[in-house]
């Protein structure tokens, strides 16, 4: 029983040590989150052929995008830096401009909360913009109102994808509220 009481009280300090960094370190968190969360999530993007969604291969959605005469390797390292500076920037913008407007507290589950909002927003951008009108002709093909033209299984990967980002955003990006800030 003590040794469970220990363990959970090191480890609490840990989580606590980590929060106090990221809420004093706020940009280098962001930057350290966006990169995680990003390259999770890119990483989770090729497995989902394996739950039967469609796979998810940003680096080269972009490639398509950025070189689209270049090889396919051209293509999926081009498109790989852009992805991933995508994800760090967007990673920025929410710790500095976003997460302080959004109405839950800076607990673990309110900046949870918040990743899952910033995941949740930016997938409907991607389903309602992004593929139809930027991905999908890159390759040529229509993507059709929403996505739509692109399947059910298309749209709720784009969904868990970002709900994986939002999540390991958050995650990383966990600062502290302000009252506790001040005790230390």
């Given at each position: 029983?003590?040794?469970?009481?220990?363990?959970?009280?090191?480890?609490?300090?840990?989580?606590?040590?980590?929060r106090?960094?990221?809420?004093?370190?706020?940009?280098?968190?962001?930057?350290?989150?966006?990169?995680?969360?990003?390259?999770?999530?890119?990483?989770?993007?090729?497995?989902?052929?394996?739950?039967?969604?469609?796979?998810?291969?940003?680096?080269?959605?972009?490639?398509?995008?950025?070189?689209?005469f270049?090889?396919?390797?051209?293509?999926?390292?081009?498109?790989?830096?852009?992805?991933?500076?995508?994800?760090?920037?967007?990673?920025?913008v929410?710790?500095?401009?976003?997460?302080?407007?959004?109405?839950?507290?800076?607990?673990?589950?309110?900046?949870?909360?918040?990743?899952?909002?910033?995941?949740?927003?930016?997938?409907?951008?991607?389903?309602?913009?992004?593929?139809?009108?930027?991905?999908?002709?890159?390759?040529?093909?229509?993507?059709?109102?929403?996505?739509?033209?692109?399947?059910?299984?298309?749209?709720?990967?784009?969904?868990?994808?970002?709900?994986?980002?939002?999540?390991?955003?958050?995650?990383?990006?966990?600062?502290?509220?302000?009252?506790?800030?001040?005790?230390?």
């Amino acid at each position: 029983m003590e040794n469970n009481v220990e363990s959970r009280s090191v480890n609490g300090g840990a989580v606590r040590s980590w929060r106090l960094w990221a809420t004093r370190h706020r940009v280098a968190a962001a930057l350290l989150a966006g990169l995680v969360a990003t390259h999770v999530a890119t990483i989770i993007g090729y497995w989902f052929q394996g739950v039967g969604l469609s796979r998810l291969d940003w680096n080269s959605a972009n490639g398509f995008v950025y070189t689209p005469f270049g090889s396919a390797i051209e293509k999926f390292v081009i498109g790989g830096v852009f992805h991933y500076l995508d994800g760090i920037v967007f990673a920025v913008v929410f710790a500095c401009a976003l997460h302080p407007l959004l109405p839950w507290r800076n607990t673990q589950f309110g900046n949870l909360a918040k990743g899952l909002t910033l995941g949740t927003a930016l997938a409907v951008v991607s389903v309602a913009f992004m593929t139809p009108y930027v991905y999908a002709p890159a390759r040529g093909a229509e993507a059709g109102f929403l996505s739509l033209d692109l399947g059910w299984k298309y749209i709720v990967a784009v969904f868990v994808w970002h709900w994986i980002y939002g999540l390991h955003l958050a995650l990383v990006y966990n600062p502290l509220p302000d009252d506790e800030l001040s005790r230390g």
